[in-house]
């Protein structure tokens, strides 16, 4: 961000009248707002993307003003209007149509499905339509929105999540994840082999001030604690297959924690051998229904939760098996071992 006096300003930009309609984002700029930059306003009123990406967006006639095309360099005025064609901004032409979840479980208070891979836990940004919770819904026929997640996963992490039925159950919950009462597992396909059988790892976790990236996280002496407790399962020739039991919930702490003992997570672009930044440039804002991004994914997955049930208020244990590339690729891995 190369003007001090527009820094000042980012927490302020408040476009007006956004929303989504036949594949087109349309939004006005609100009155009073600076004039600056097409591309240089889109990257601060839209966070997580960068101002190169918008660039390329504007270049491509994708973004315009007033119904024209127009130059990253064109001042921004109040009253502008700026429309977003949505179905330009995938990475390609074809969409991801495949089911996000299926159901593990099912009774008056709860509903856990195991995610797929590459599909969002909820809606995420001003333009995604396709999700879990989206996708239950309508399979559901909840037009109310009674059904409602507990929690979440990162997109390319699959497995286990909760949802509950109504406001009291979900609320229920809801109480027990925010104390830290409800135990977690995962399983990860990590690099390299891990020599320990177990192995508890306590580094603070905060933003990482040195990436490029603006969602990484970084260990961090001020951050906050952060514990995951490590079992080696299986060894294989150049990875290993471990249990995770986080004993805290920070942002991409398994993630993270895992690589800083360098052993990152296979097929991780954030934290593991190589960074996709370009990837990162463009997740945060596109729609969400491309074929490409929606088959990415990482050796991590939701293995199981142990709750207090809503209806019961007894302990229950819910287990969802690995499936998909994460399944294949340790069933493979099984075999060259032997």
Request: hydrophobic share 35%.
């Amino acid at each position: 961000m190369d003007d001090p006096l527009v820094r000042k300003k980012v927490d302020e930009l408040r476009p007006e009248n956004g929303g989504l309609e036949l594949e087109v984002y349309r939004f006005v700029v609100g009155p009073g707002e600076r004039r600056i930059r097409l591309d240089l306003y889109l990257d601060l009123v839209f966070k997580g993307r960068s101002r190169a990406y918008w660039k390329r967006m504007i270049d491509r006639g994708v973004v315009k003003i007033d119904g024209q095309p127009v130059k990253g360099s064109r001042r921004t005025g109040a009253g502008d209007l700026i429309t977003i064609e949505i179905e330009e901004l995938g990475t390609s032409s074809r969409k991801d149509d495949r089911p996000s979840f299926e159901i593990l479980y099912e009774d008056d208070h709860v509903i856990a499905v195991n995610k797929r891979a590459g599909a969002f836990s909820h809606p995420v940004g001003r333009l995604h339509r396709r999700s879990v919770i989206t996708d239950l819904r309508d399979l559901k026929g909840d037009e109310k929105g009674e059904i409602r997640p507990c929690h979440r996963l990162d997109r390319f992490v699959s497995g286990l999540i909760l949802h509950g039925k109504g406001a009291a159950s979900t609320g229920f919950l809801g109480r027990q994840f925010f104390a830290g009462t409800i135990r977690k597992g995962y399983l990860a396909l990590v690099e390299g082999v891990i020599e320990m059988d177990e192995i508890e790892i306590s580094k603070p976790v905060g933003r990482d001030p040195d990436s490029i990236i603006r969602i990484k996280m970084g260990i961090d002496s001020e951050g906050k604690e952060s514990v995951t407790q490590v079992r080696v399962e299986e060894r294989f020739r150049e990875h290993t297959l471990v249990a995770l039991s986080p004993k805290t919930g920070r942002r991409h702490q398994l993630r993270l924690h895992l690589a800083s003992i360098g052993h990152p997570i296979v097929n991780d672009p954030l934290y593991g051998q190589v960074i996709d930044v370009e990837y990162f440039e463009r997740q945060q804002f596109d729609n969400h229904d491309d074929e490409e991004d929606g088959s990415r994914w990482i050796g991590l997955h939701s293995h199981w939760l142990n709750f207090v049930h809503p209806g019961t208020k007894e302990r229950m244990t819910l287990e969802a098996p690995p499936f998909g590339d994460f399944a294949d690729l340790v069933t493979d891995m099984r075999g060259e071992s032997q």
